[in-house]
């Protein structure tokens, strides 16, 4: 199947810095990208769609001002986090959908650990 | 919101098939069914999806009911490394997946 990647896969920082994750499509181009969140033994958490091209669709209760999404190339998607929280220290996923794919599944990155101070 | 339930928890012994049930009784027409998996601290990995017709890979078998509300993942030889936690999605319109709670599949030696 097809890979996509992370980085950083662990980021510890401290309270009100901001954090960027990127999450990159190695080897198809990926017109929409998707983030979630995961809590401890907890599901994943939908947090927005990543458009190429245009500003990215958020989910219900998700601050688009605290959780920026660019989707500058069809191969890149970032996720900052700013000004970072306790409460923010989640496992934070993301996945990116081949348009040329037969069967649209997505394929997961393998997750960065944000730990917040 | 997910559209699917499932067991949270379930224990299969070595070597037998292990059946995962799921929910989707709100499904739609054009919807598709999806099945993941979680090891821990990984991405979720792709195992199979459907519509309406029954697919196998080499993974597992996928047993979708003809009325669509249900299904099933088989996993046909269980083994240690198919502890998991299996997901059942139903997809969105826009492509977005909405994950339930999902099974905690543990397989036992």
């Known amino acids: 199947g097809a890979v996509v990647s992370q980085h950083p896969s662990r980021v510890i920082c401290k309270s009100g810095t901001s954090v960027k994750i990127e999450c990159r499509s190695l080897d198809f181009q990926a017109t929409t990208m998707f983030w979630y969140r995961q809590f401890p033994k907890q599901s994943l958490m939908l947090m927005a769609t990543s458009n190429e091209g245009s500003k990215a669709t958020y989910e219900q209760g998700v601050e688009k001002d605290k959780f920026l999404i660019n989707h500058a190339s069809l191969t890149l998607s970032t996720l900052t986090v700013t000004s970072a929280h306790p409460e923010d220290s989640s496992f934070y996923i993301c996945?990116?959908?081949?348009?040329?794919?037969?069967?649209?599944?997505?394929?997961f990155g393998p997750g960065t650990r944000l730990t917040v101070l | 919101d997910a559209k699917t339930t499932q067991p949270t928890s379930m224990d299969c012994a070595e070597g037998r098939a292990a059946n995962l049930p799921c929910n989707h009784s709100t499904i739609s027409g054009n919807e598709y069914v999806y099945w993941y998996r979680q090891i821990h601290s990984q991405g979720p990995q792709y195992i199979i999806h459907g519509l309406k017709n029954n697919e196998t890979n080499e993974m597992a078998s996928l047993i979708i009911t003809e009325d669509r509300k249900s299904s099933t993942l088989i996993l046909p030889h269980a083994t240690l490394r198919d502890t998991a936690v299996y997901y059942c999605?139903?997809?969105?319109?826009?492509?977005?997946?909405?994950f339930g709670t999902g099974t905690s599949l543990t397989v036992i030696p």
């Open positions: 999605i139903v997809r969105g319109y826009r492509n977005q997946f909405y």
């Open positions: 996945s990116a959908r081949d348009p040329q794919g037969a069967y649209n599944e997505q394929f």
